[in-house]
């Protein structure tokens, strides 16, 4: 069976400073996995994607992951956090059976202060 | 030209009754699903329809019944609404199986 454990429920930057959001996956197929943001009343963006290609993607809005197999993690990074960064965050998984089905973690919310 | 759109973006109303959330695509897309996402922002999948048969469903009630007129809409009705159906309803979307989803700003059930 598949789940994600997002290991934080909250996370807490400055401006300007670096951005860790961690997760860790488990899975019995060779996993997809994805980093999607959601803003206030607003639906799911994809961030980015991992699927099988290189270990470390590079997303939007200057966002990267690296896939760690021996861990099992998909952290996601930013160099410097932005105010409009501020938003939940959530670590996905698919690739049960091939249809797609998305397992999603429980989601990291991140606050940015001045 | 929002991408994945739903209607309504809010419904509130009481116990019992009968209603139906709409979504639509633009984007050309086979396949479409519905999520719900609870009070504490955690997001489940509930159907998905590829070219409009069903592939997926998640032990939903039976209250709960999607139809896909043609590959660009998924609509969700939902009979004899509960207090526990308070939620946000997601609909998405992808261009196959394989694909990244997209989805839509979401409707805000709330069951009075």
């Known amino acids: 069976a598949q789940s994600v454990t997002q290991l934080d429920s909250h996370v807490s930057v400055s401006e300007g400073t670096p951005v860790l959001l961690r997760c860790n996956y488990s899975?019995?197929?060779?996993?997809?996995l994805f980093w999607y943001v959601q803003h206030p009343n607003k639906g799911l963006q994809l961030l980015l994607k991992?699927?099988?290609?290189?270990?470390l993607v590079k997303g939007i809005n200057g966002f990267e992951a690296e896939f760690k197999k021996s861990e099992t993690s998909f952290h996601l990074t930013k160099p410097s956090a932005h105010m409009s960064d501020a938003a939940e965050y959530f670590c996905v998984v698919s690739g049960d059976g091939g249809y797609n089905k998305l397992i999603f973690g429980a989601g990291t919310r991140l606050a940015v202060h001045p | 030209d929002t991408a994945v759109s739903q209607t309504p973006k809010y419904l509130v109303t009481q116990m019992g009754n009968d209603k139906s959330i709409k979504c639509e695509q633009n984007?050309?897309?086979?396949?479409m699903y519905w999520y719900k996402q609870d009070s504490k922002k955690f997001l489940k999948i509930m159907f998905s329809y590829n070219n409009k048969e069903l592939i997926i469903n998640e032990t939903v009630p039976n209250r709960f019944s999607p139809k896909s007129p043609d590959k660009a809409h998924l609509n969700l009705h939902i009979n004899s609404l509960e207090l526990g159906d308070s939620a946000v309803y997601f609909c998405?979307?992808?261009?196959?199986?394989?694909?990244?989803?997209?989805f839509g700003d979401g409707t805000r059930l709330s069951i009075l």
């Open positions: 899975s019995s197929y060779s996993p997809s």
């Open positions: 998405a979307s992808s261009q196959d199986l394989k694909q990244p989803q997209h």
């Open positions: 991992y699927t099988s290609a290189a270990t």
């Open positions: 984007l050309g897309h086979d396949t």
